[in-house]
């Protein structure tokens, strides 16, 4: 096949369906994990709640929010689009200027100018990581000074996640408590690695074409170890499908990929038993 892709109708159109529990699922795991953190926090559970802000950073921006981002969970758009902004901002990011700046990063890539998401993938290790602590701030006002139509909606996000903050801040001040200052602190260190994992890792500028340019990882390890989420080639070559088929959508891929010479990542060597998965 060269370095092109087959047409989705060739792999299976039933890769975009979900069933509506599936869906419904996917949508209460952010609310769930918020609520998890709350009771957590308020029986001093302390390792629970910082697990349970981690586990949710995961699976909105990685999983949740990333399919809202690309609609393709088929909710209506009005719906899809409200439910990104608020998912979003339970860990006080802006859901517009994620949308605006990924789908940036799918038109665009791997132009270093043009698309700031994917910045982390032509820098160093270190650069990836210092980058972290301003990767959304500097996204938010990537797409405010872009897109001009979006400004109201991404003025109001942002105002809303500022006074978010500012009252978590506040009522630790105040002496009220302290739990909400920490849900804020937990959920901004969990942005200093998004650079690293969603950039720098996957990703292969200097390849040749669109087959080369993200990585293709296999094997059991990296499937534990990402929790079935390090379908970053398979993702970039078919962004309809939504995260829950994209094992599936890298097994059918796998006897076309190997055809083209797409090298294989793994975790641990092929002699390993782990690389047979």
């Avoid at 509506?20 to 390792?47: K, M, Y």
């Avoid at 629970?48 to 609609?71: E, K, Q, W």
């Avoid at 209506?76 to 700046?101: H, K, Q, T, W």
Wanted: contains cysteine.
């Amino acid at each position: 096949m060269g370095n092109t892709r087959p047409p989705l109708d060739v792999l299976g159109r039933d890769l975009l369906v979900l069933p509506r529990w599936r869906v419904a699922l996917s949508l209460a795991s952010p609310f769930a994990l918020f609520g998890v953190f709350i009771v957590a926090a308020a029986t001093e559970h302390w390792f629970l709640a910082a697990v349970s802000v981690a586990i949710l950073s995961f699976v909105t921006y990685g999983s949740v929010s990333h399919d809202l981002v690309h609609r393709s969970l088929g909710l209506p758009r009005g719906l899809n689009d409200a439910l990104l902004s608020v998912i979003e901002m339970l860990l006080f990011r802006s859901g517009r200027a994620y949308r605006l700046a990924h789908l940036n990063h799918h038109a665009r890539y791997p132009n270093p100018d043009e698309d700031p998401e994917s910045a982390a993938a032509h820098g160093s290790l270190v650069s990836a990581l210092a980058s972290g602590w301003q990767f959304f701030p500097r996204l938010w006002w990537w797409a405010y000074r872009r897109y001009p139509s979006h400004r109201r909606r991404l003025a109001f996000e942002g105002a809303l996640i500022l006074a978010l903050a500012a009252s978590a801040i506040g009522v630790a001040i105040a002496g009220i408590t302290n739990v909400l200052l920490l849900y804020l602190l937990l959920a901004y260190a969990g942005t200093w690695i998004v650079p690293l994992a969603t950039a720098y890792i996957p990703h292969r500028p200097s390849g040749d074409g669109e087959l080369f340019q993200t990585k293709r990882f296999r094997g059991l390890a990296l499937r534990c170890f990402a929790f079935e989420h390090l379908y970053h080639l398979e993702h970039h070559l078919y962004p309809a499908v939504p995260h829950h088929h994209w094992p599936e959508l890298s097994r059918r891929l796998d006897p076309i990929l190997d055809a083209a010479g797409v090298p294989i990542v793994r975790l641990i060597p092929k002699s390993s038993p782990d690389a047979a998965a």
